[in-house]
């Protein structure tokens, strides 16, 4: 993709996203870079939720128990945003002006019809 006005390229895959599933794990940094601000308050949200367990009163199976489900939880919402990164970073720079580099080209064409993207 890239901006007409500063010509600023950006690059992107339709296949999962690495940087926004590790991006859960880093405190969501990646996400804030991208400008995906609402998707970097959920993982800091999800961070600052996970602390809870350490402040209750919890032996230590059941500290276990609640780890593990937030590891779940955590790893979920990684798969999920893998799953749809590269879908809401394109749609993201498409609302700050930026256009597909070769709009007619097979690539944009596979990324609009996978993303639902008007032409």
Known sequence: MVNPTTKDIRSLTTEFDWGAFLSVFVFGIPHFLRGLHVHGGI?????????????????????????????????????????????????????RGYLFQNPEGELAQAARSKWSIAA
Do not use: C, H, R, W
């Not at 949200?45 to 276990?64: C, R, V, Y």
């Not at 780890?67 to 990684?78: Q, S």
């Open 43 to 95: 993982i800091i949200a999800l961070n600052l939720f996970s602390l809870t367990p350490l402040l209750m009163p919890l032996d230590e199976q059941g500290m276990m128990v609640s780890l593990l489900a937030y590891l779940g939880l955590f790893v979920g919402v990684a798969v999920a945003f893998g799953v749809k990164g590269s879908e809401q970073y394109a749609k993201a720079l498409l609302a």
